[in-house]
């Protein structure tokens, strides 16, 4: 796998990540419970420890490249191009 295919399945990873926090997130918010900041708490600590783990397990380099790659995308995003 080349380098490049390597880091953007890494980078994949994290937004699927991300994603499926920002889901979760959302759907906590949407429902009435008691101790609902409890929950909502112990999610963003279950996230953090998740999101962790795997930054945990790439190179200084892959983190830098995936940084830069994350950066582009959403600096796409901003400006309307894909």
Do not use: C, H, P
Request: net charge positive; aromatic share 2%; glycine share 2%.
């Amino acid at each position: 796998m080349s380098e490049k295919n390597n880091i953007d399945k890494k980078l994949s990873s994290i937004k699927n990540l991300l994603a499926k926090q920002n889901l979760v997130g959302s759907l906590i918010l949407r429902q009435e419970m008691s101790r609902q900041d409890i929950v909502e708490s112990l999610v963003q600590k279950q996230n953090s420890i998740e999101l962790e783990r795997l930054i945990k397990k790439l190179e200084v380099n892959e983190i830098a490249r995936i940084l830069e790659a994350f950066i582009r995308t959403r600096a796409n995003r901003r400006l309307g191009s894909y």
